[in-house]
């Protein structure tokens, strides 16, 4: 028992070891299911990625795609009955999911930060700001002095744009607008130089006009502690203008993942089309919706659990059948459909 | 904030004035006459006018109202009709019985219940959250005299080692004073205990549902940690208002439990001086009761802008200056 925790797992000589060689985070054949009893509902299905340090992978998909799921997956912070049932979670070479309790508190907040979807109810309303900033360094050094955390704090303040840092930091999160929330909650997840963001949603609850602030933050924030980020997001204005790569989860499932560039120009997945068709800002699509509504978890169609909304295989056997398997098509190109090649933009 | 305390004060100084003319009517339409009581049941007639004269009973209700009224603000709240004695002093000793007897109750439910409360909602589901819904069930089904009644029987009488009551003064008999208080908080305060150990169960839950617990998490901090900075905090918020109505229950109405231990409380003056129609004692008891709720509201309200600052911006924009 000891020899597994305390022995460094190292990158064992193997195929999928050798595709994630620079990866800071890599994720194998994550599930996720519901455990309810005897009951079980998958609703994250052999989710595979890897992120760089300094790169920035967005998650797109709609509602319960299982996107937040993947990412919470990483901290091992899933809500009550949710259980990670499958997989592997590496973080610099480390499983995360074998991790005791007290290693997993050593990582989160600290080589992990959490930008969280709503900023309106992520801080404590009872606690001034600048004590839920430091509490973040303070979990992971007892040691350090009061005024050591002052100054830290004024410091991280000041970094996300609060005006007079020292002062804002006595203020309760109430008396500060939405985005001054969202700067204080990247505050947060800076505090201790993470090696990777995760940012749900972050900019989902605010004004739109401050939405690019926000993300600009985080792009600062990434370049110059050369974290990763992992973006999940619905939006994919977003995605093209903030993504390295981009993976597209449908149904619990990675349905595409390509390099930015490379999933706008050449789209290889029925519902990726769907999703740039309906995005008015992010291409030339008109804004057509997705006829029909997301599948359910625990309810899936069989074969492909896009094809009842599916422009092209919606009538197809093979679409109603046979379950597509995520097939490479190119460098750093997959797609799960059965018929990449009729997938226009 | 001081236009909200000042308003809140003239709001309950009319509360209290509409609740002594309730008071007052009340006891006038109760049957009974202390005039008989106190002259006896041997006296003759003409003793009986005498004595009803010199209690003032035969002005008008309103002129007997305004009289009292007078006397009680400036301070004089005249004497017992049946030992003579001062009101004041009758009153005061009672009170402080009461008050004593409040506080080691109050002191014990929230010690008690507070934590096994927090214990059964952090525990959820494992033995120790059903042994804890166990105790709360049977602490809430046993009424508190009969409760009362074992205690004196096992330990007082049984064993003799703790009193079944008395009337030791903390200031004569410190230890006597408590050791007396021993028996009569267990047996008032495990109730309580147990709806403060289910109220903590659900405050807890709900705490632990919010996003900035999960947050508090993602920051890496300690379950000891966020219990102590967040959690701890919003559940007092929580059950604040059922503090404020356990206390203010607890230093009224604690008349059965003084009876069973002969403790000479507000409680058991109230039944004395109602069996001996002893207007002075009653009408005074009865407005300070009121008086006492009006109060332990009003803290609550104070603590609750001090505890929230969302509450406390929110009067400060409402009262104007500070």
């Known amino acids: ?335 799960a459909c059965h018929y990449p090649a009729e997938v226009t933009r | 904030m001081t236009r909200f305390v000042l308003g809140r004060v003239a709001q309950m100084a009319v509360t209290l004035l509409g609740a002594s003319v309730v008071v007052f009517t009340v006891l006038r339409l109760m049957p009974g006459d202390p005039a008989l009581v106190y002259a006896g049941p041997f006296a003759g007639s003409d003793v009986v006018e005498a004595v009803r004269d010199r209690m003032g009973l035969h002005d008008p209700l309103p002129v007997q109202y305004l009289l009292w009224l007078k006397a009680f603000v400036t301070g004089d709240l005249g004497v017992s009709s049946i030992s003579g004695l001062p009101v004041s002093q009758l009153v005061g000793s009672a009170l402080a019985q009461t008050a004593l007897l409040t506080l080691t109750t109050s002191l014990l439910a929230i010690g008690v219940g507070v934590p096994l409360g927090l214990l059964a909602a952090l525990r959820k589901g494992t033995w120790a959250d059903r042994l804890v819904a166990g105790f709360n069930t049977v602490a809430l089904g046993v009424p508190n005299f009969w409760l009362g009644l074992i205690l004196v029987i096992v330990f007082a009488i049984n064993f003799s080692i703790l009193p079944a009551g008395g009337s030791a003064k903390l200031t004569e008999d410190p230890l006597g004073a408590l050791t007396s208080l021993v028996l009569p908080t267990i047996a008032l305060g495990l109730a309580p205990a147990a709806m403060l150990a289910r109220l903590t169960r659900g405050a807890v839950i709900e705490v632990m549902h919010e996003d900035f617990m999960t947050m508090a998490a993602a920051k890496g901090m300690s379950i000891g940690f966020v219990i102590r900075r967040s959690l701890l905090r919003h559940v007092f918020l929580n059950l604040l208002p059922v503090l404020a109505i356990l206390v203010g229950s607890l230093l009224t109405g604690a008349a059965i439990i003084e009876s069973v231990f002969t403790l000479p409380g507000a409680g058991r003056l109230i039944i004395e001086s109602t069996r001996q129609r ?45």
């Open chain 1, 1 to 335: 028992m000891t020899t597994e925790m305390t022995e460094p797992v190292t990158a064992t000589p193997n195929a999928a070891a050798e595709s994630t060689r620079s990866a800071l985070l890599s994720v194998r054949d994550l599930q996720v299911d519901l455990v309810r009893g005897e009951s079980r509902t998958r609703l994250v299905d052999g989710v595979s990625l890897d992120l760089a340090a300094g790169e920035t992978l967005c998650l797109v998909g709609e509602s319960g795609s299982g996107k937040t799921l993947t990412a919470m997956s990483v901290m091992q912070l899933l809500p009550g009955g949710v259980e990670v049932t499958g997989g592997s979670v590496e973080l610099g070479g480390r499983d995360l999911l074998r991790a005791t309790t007290k290693e997993l508190r050593a990582v989160r907040g600290n080589a992990i930060g959490l930008v969280s979807q709503d900023p309106m109810t992520a801080l404590d309303p009872l606690v001034p700001v600048g004590v839920q900033v430091g509490d973040a360094i303070r979990a992971h050094d007892r040691r350090i002095s009061k005024a050591a955390i002052r100054a830290r704090v004024t410091e991280l303040l000041s970094a996300v744009g609060i005006p007079n840092p020292a002062a804002n930091a006595r203020r309760h999160p109430h008396e500060f607008s939405g985005g001054m929330r969202q700067r204080v909650g990247i505050a947060i997840a800076m505090a201790n130089r993470p090696r990777l963001i995760i940012a749900d949603e972050p900019t989902t609850a605010l004004d739109v006009t401050v939405q690019a602030q926000i993300l600009d933050l985080l792009d600062t924030a990434r370049r110059e502690s050369g974290a990763a980020v992992l973006l999940i997001t619905h939006d994919l204005g977003v995605v093209a203008e903030r993504a390295d790569r981009v993976l597209v989860m449908y149904a619990g499932k990675v349905v595409e993942q390509a390099d930015v560039l490379d999933l706008f120009d050449r789209p290889a997945h029925a519902y990726t089309e769907a999703l740039l068709r309906c995005s008015p800002g992010a291409t030339s699509g008109a804004g057509e919706p997705i006829p029909g509504t997301s599948a359910r978890a625990g309810a899936l169609p069989t074969g492909c659990a896009f094809h009842p909304r599916c422009r092209i295989g919606a009538d197809r056997p093979r679409c109603q059948q046979e379950t597509p398997a995520l097939l490479t098509l190119g460098t750093r190109h997959d797609s």
């Open chain 2, 278 to 322: 002893d207007y002075a004692v009653l009408q005074t008891l009865l407005v300070i009761f009121v008086a006492v709720f009006l109060l332990v509201t009003f803290v609550a309200d104070i603590l609750y802008s001090v505890l929230d600052p969302r509450v406390r911006g929110h009067l400060m924009r409402e009262g104007g200056v500070r």
